[in-house]
């Protein structure tokens, strides 16, 4: 299992370049939902799809979410990603994931005597914002890429105590 780079953050610094990226990507997946929605003439019920559908073609990869008592695992699927090229940034509420997929396929094919007719394998760049529905440990998430997938553990916060209703005094 290798190690994937991780920066823990106490607050959401929001200049930072990792979220200019992500609200650029965020724009273009708009733009593109916006665009298959209205190809279709707007169409009641459909929006989800045309968001998701959206995410797929922007170059979201494959991912889950899953939620436990103690934690939140997510799992995004990254083949032919190296460690050094992922960073995740976690934030008390949220992760950025960005990840940087070189073709080195087409590059050791055009040295030989090889000819590419066609490749799936293109340099691709992802960046992705994820909330969580409360407040996690920042101080706890681990990151680690195995075989192609990358699983991020992100321990829950102790909720605040529950408000106590303290009778006002005669």
Not at 73 to 85: H, I, K, R, Y
Not at 101 to 122: D, F, I, M, N, P
Not at 125 to 145: G, K
Request: with cysteine; proline share 5%; charged share 30%.
């Amino acid at each position: 299992m290798s190690e994937v780079n991780l920066k823990r953050m106490k607050t959401d610094e929001r200049e930072l370049p990792l979220f200019q990226a992500a609200e650029r990507m965020m724009e273009a997946i708009q733009q593109r939902a916006y665009e298959l929605a209205s190809g279709r003439g707007f169409g009641a019920g459909r929006a989800l799809d045309d968001w998701l559908a959206a995410e797929r073609e922007c170059g979201w990869p494959a991912s889950e979410l899953v939620e436990r008592d103690q934690d939140y695992v997510l799992s995004v699927a990254l083949p032919g990603v190296e460690p050094a090229d992922i960073a995740v940034t976690a934030t008390p509420r949220a992760l950025y994931i960005e990840a940087h997929a070189k073709s080195g396929l087409r590059e050791a094919a055009v040295e030989g005597k090889t000819t590419v007719h066609w490749s799936a394998l293109a340099a691709a760049e992802f960046c992705r914002r994820l909330e969580f529905p409360r407040d996690i440990e920042v101080e706890r998430v681990t990151a680690t890429l195995r075989n192609g997938l990358l699983r991020i553990t992100a321990r829950k916060a102790e909720r605040p105590a529950k408000p106590v209703r303290v009778p006002a005094a005669a």
